[in-house]
C-alpha cells in the first residue's frame, strides 16, 4: 500500500466583534497617550493594533492614570449613557 501525504492550510479569518467594555478599554489606553477618543472612522483591526502597541507603551508608565482625567465625560457625551451602563 502507498501512502499518501497531504499539505493543508488552514486559514482562520476573525469576524469577533469588540465588546462595549472592550471598547471602551481601548479608548482609555488611547486617552493616556493622545488625549481623545479613538476616531470613529477607525477599523477594528487597527483598534487592536494600537490597543496591543499602547498597553504595552503605559504598562511601566505608574503615572499613566492621572491622564485618564476627563475620560469619564467624555465617553458619556460621545454615547449619551453612564459610564457604568451598557448600550441597550
Known sequence: M????VSVKIVVTSKYVMTFEERKWANQLF???KGHLIPDSWPESDIRKMENSYFDRLWRNH???YHLEGFEEAWEKKHGIASNTRPQ
Open 2 to 5: 502507498k501512502k499518501c501525504y
Open 31 to 33: 486617552w493616556m497617550v
Open 63 to 65: 503615572e499613566a492614570v
